[in-house]
């Protein structure tokens, strides 16, 4: 069965601080992918990655960086010396390719940072 | 820019009462969905659509329907709302399936009395 966990439920740190936020999945299938989604407190959520399970290479986009690993089922989100703007909810999600299934996606818990001034 | 509008951003109904959230997307998109999103729990997956007038049901569709009447409008209806369907309701649009990348809405926070 598909599953996605973030054990980290909350996490606060001071600004210009590093901080991993950890994603655990599991599924069945070779074919998958992996997202990231930020949901700042005005509540939409927002685009930050996508990832299929053939590309495990380590991406970098400005402060923020992921590490996928397969053999750990793993694919951590780094924010390299933080800001208050990146206080928000982030939400670790996985997708199998399903024909005709529109893409369904299997969403973490979600982790809430906290980033203090 | 995608653009997915949903129509309430809060909402109070009481309970008994017939509830539309609709949803717009003016990208063209053919699939459309439905979450709610509750503390602890993530967002979890009511229905989608993947074309017009076709629905399936997702994870948790008890209490729950939906219409799709035109491609850009995909519209969650709660027949008679009760006391646990207190939540936030998101909706989200994709291009297609080979894609996935799934765009939200800014939520409807739905109280039911």
């Known amino acids: 069965a598909q599953k996605v966990t973030q054990a980290q439920t909350e996490i606060s740190v001071v600004e210009k601080e590093d901080v991993t936020l950890d994603c655990v999945y599991e599924?069945?299938?070779?074919?998958?992918?992996l997202f990231w989604y930020k949901q700042p407190p005005s509540g939409e959520l927002v685009f930050l990655i996508r990832?299929?399970?053939?590309?495990?290479q380590n991406e970098i986009s400005g402060r923020y960086s992921w590490n996928f690993q397969k053999s750990t089922s793993s694919f951590n989100f780094t924010i390299t010396a933080s800001q208050v703007v990146d206080s928000a909810v982030y939400f670790c999600?996985?997708?199998?390719?399903?024909?005709?299934?529109?893409?369904?996606?299997?969403f973490g818990q979600g982790t809430e940072l906290s980033v203090k001034p | 820019d995608v653009k997915v509008t949903q129509s309430s951003r809060y909402l109070v109904k009481r309970t008994g009462e017939k509830v539309f959230l609709e949803c717009v997307q003016d990208?063209?998109?053919?699939?459309m969905f439905w979450y709610r999103q509750d503390p602890g729990l993530g967002l979890r997956l009511i229905y989608f659509?993947?074309?017009?007038?076709?629905?399936e049901k997702g994870d948790i569709p008890e209490g729950y329907s939906v219409s799709r009447e035109k491609k850009e409008r995909f519209s969650l209806i709660l027949e008679s709302a009760s006391t646990n369907q207190t939540s936030m309701y998101l909706c989200?649009?994709?291009?297609?399936?080979?894609?996935?990348?799934?765009?939200f809405g800014p939520g409807t926070r739905l109280t039911v009395l």
């Open positions: 989200a649009s994709s291009p297609d399936p080979s894609t996935d990348t799934q765009y």
């Open positions: 599924t069945r299938d070779t074919t998958y992918y």
């Open positions: 990832r299929n399970s053939f590309d495990e």
């Open positions: 999600a996985l997708s199998e390719e399903r024909y005709n299934q529109g893409g369904k996606l299997i």
């Open positions: 990208m063209d998109h053919e699939n």
């Open positions: 659509s993947y074309d017009v007038k076709m629905k």
